[in-house]
């Protein structure tokens, strides 16, 4: 698919103006900006809080989303970029999370995740998504995926209903090597509520309720707490019937807002 410019000549991803140099673009643009905010203090706290996991310029996620908005408002007007493809979303995406300070992958993700929230998007951008969480994997740009934008894409690709194709690479994902797309499927249908699979979800929990991993375990428990805000007996049939089953940590956060 080609890019939506205002000067479709200069479009082609192997021009001047393809992917990967408006992905590079943009990563020069928010490293300056990124750059002249930079707080030596907050990185260090923040850098602690993951275990030390990254580098962090210090930015909060108010005024990181801020800058980040008027960098790529900027950008865009600039190029001439009304819509995002796949081909620059994955440009864009590797370029940001190529880069060592956590706050450019919260970008690189957050960029991605607009994408399936409000589209246009099919299918086919799972294989970007794939690529945001197994790359740089940690629960917080994981999450941007799994937990804010993946019940949206659902709905997206489905035109307003779940979609079956994207389901069904969940149900490969529910028993990945990977812990983090196992932690993605256990949480994509989150939101859905009433138009959640209610037996699909039943079978990622089950294929995963004795996996020793932490998030895993914690992503069951999410799961089923936040749709028994949406339906609590539905929640609470489930736990007298496989609670036994389930590690401490998955009942004790299910059960959780119970009554």
């Known amino acids: ?21 408006l992905a590079l673009d943009l990563k020069e643009r928010l490293r300056q900006k990124f750059e002249s905010q930079r707080k030596p203090k907050i990185a260090e706290q923040m850098s602690k809080y993951l275990k030390n996991t990254h580098p962090f310029y210090g930015l909060k996620a108010p005024q990181r989303r801020q800058s980040a908005t008027s960098v790529i408002q900027h950008w865009r007007k600039d190029h001439g970029i009304q819509k995002i493809p796949e081909n620059l979303a994955r440009a864009v995406l590797c370029a940001l999370y190529a880069c060592k300070e956590r706050e450019m992958h919260y970008v690189g993700a957050e960029f991605c995740a607009s994408l399936m929230r409000s589209g246009p998007v099919t299918p086919k951008f799972l294989s970007v998504v794939k690529l945001g969480v197994e790359t740089n994997s940690w629960w917080d740009t994981v999450d941007i995926f799994a937990a804010s934008s993946m019940s949206p894409y659902l709905l997206k690709c489905g035109n307003g209903q779940p979609c079956e194709e994207v389901l069904k690479t969940m149900d490969r994902w529910s028993i990945s090597e990977n812990l983090w797309l196992r932690r993605t499927a256990i949480l994509c249908q989150m939101k859905l509520k009433g138009k959640a699979d209610l037996s699909r979800l039943t079978r990622y929990i089950l294929q995963n309720r004795k996996h020793p991993d932490f998030f895993v375990q914690k992503a069951i428990g999410w799961a089923l707490r936040q749709h028994a805000h949406y339906d609590p007996e539905w929640v609470r049939q489930f736990l007298v019937k496989h609670g036994d089953d389930l590690a401490p940590l998955s009942h004790r956060e299910a059960s959780k807002h119970l009554t």
């Not at 698919?1 to 140099?21: D, F, I, V």
């Open 1 to 21: 698919m080609p890019l939506m410019l205002k000067r479709p000549a200069a479009a082609t991803a192997s021009g001047p103006s393809g992917p990967s140099a």
